[in-house]
């Protein structure tokens, strides 16, 4: 498969679609990208596509908590050192943005993001974070038509955010597009025919089904781990590695399984509104779900087990 640039017609490392949304200053503005609802150089606009666990403000605070509880395993040995220049793509709340400068001193971030209440959560949480001082700048730009300019990064992080896209091709393909050759990218995605618990939990199998059923019906892929190899190599990436991420908890280690389980729990649950809504799942799924988990939370052998994938690669 050939993948054409969103942003500029043709292929390779072509030139940029538009004018640079901000200049590379330390400023921290939101920046809006002009013209956002042009056609792409395919002469077709992008897919609409849903957002499954949408934009509550639980919602933001819940994608806070995750980064934190998966940070030792996202943020483990990436080859960021002596990067200056990061683009950040599906930067959400700025979660991740704040371990990276954290971890990361040399470092400024570009946060390219597509909602603006997203946007506006980073803006606000980002200002309290002392580290975080004039380091980064966000961009309200939707990562399929990214208006900056080849060669703009010298680095770039994504983090479950194409599992929610409809042409992830075309986001790392953009994405290549603006890293200067010989850039490091670092993609983590789920994969989630890896999910298992014990006791077993029918109606949890049962509701986890429709979520990712539903993931797939509204343009999404949660699966898109497994097929990070494969994207990354298309686009041009080169010197492409993937390492599966396993959690797997069991009787040695109690505390954080039961940590891990109330994380899982709000992940799951965070799909609920629009599931329930869309009548993927029933009421009684719902809540039947939340008796094992509970059960699951209190058995004293549970087992929980599930694996990501992290795609680490060349521009
Ligand atoms: C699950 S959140 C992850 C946020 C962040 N990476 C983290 O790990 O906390 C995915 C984010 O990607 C954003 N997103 C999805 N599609 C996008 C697109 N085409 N362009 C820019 N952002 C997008 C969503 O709005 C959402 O904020």
């Known amino acids: ?7 500029a017609a043709g292929s390779g490392r072509k030139n940029p679609a538009g004018p640079g949304t901000a200049t590379a200053g330390a400023k921290r503005t939101v920046v809006k990208k002009p013209g956002a609802k042009k056609p792409t150089a395919e002469g077709t606009a992008p897919k609409a596509i849903g957002y499954l666990h949408g934009y509550s403000a639980e919602e933001r605070d819940r994608l806070r908590r995750q980064a934190r509880i998966l940070e030792p395993m996202v943020h483990d040995r990436l080859p960021f050192l002596r990067r200056k220049n990061m683009v950040e793509i599906g930067s959400g709340v700025g979660a991740q943005t704040e371990i ?9 971030v570009t946060c390219v993001e597509r909602n603006p209440k997203q946007l506006a959560e980073a803006k606000r949480f980002l200002g309290t974070v002392p580290w975080a001082k004039l380091r980064y700048r966000l961009a309200e730009e939707d990562a399929t038509r990214l208006s900056f300019p080849r060669d703009s990064f010298d680095s770039a992080f994504l983090c479950w955010i194409l599992e929610h896209v409809p042409e992830p091709a075309r986001v790392l393909s953009e994405t290549r597009r603006v890293l200067q050759p010989g850039s490091p990218i670092v993609v983590n995605e789920v994969l989630n025919a890896t999910f298992f618990i014990d006791p077993y939990s029918p109606s949890t199998l049962r509701y986890w089904m429709a979520f990712n059923d539903h993931q797939i019906e509204i343009g999404g892929d949660p699966f898109v781990g497994a097929k990070l190899g494969n994207l990354l190599q298309t686009v041009g990436f080169r010197d492409v590695r993937t390492e599966v991420k396993t959690f797997h908890f069991d009787n040695r280690t109690p505390g954080e399984r039961a940590e891990f389980l109330a994380y899982w729990s709000d992940l799951l649950l965070s799909g609920a509104p629009e599931l329930l809504a869309a009548k993927k799942v029933s009421a009684d799924v719902v809540e039947g779900m939340r008796r094992e988990l509970d059960r699951v939370a209190r058995d004293p052998s549970s087992v929980f087990f599930y694996s990501f994938i992290q795609a680490v690669a060349i521009a």
């Open 1 to 7: 498969m050939t993948v054409r640039h969103a942003g």
């Open 100 to 108: 990276l400068l954290r971890r990361f001193p040399d470092l400024h």
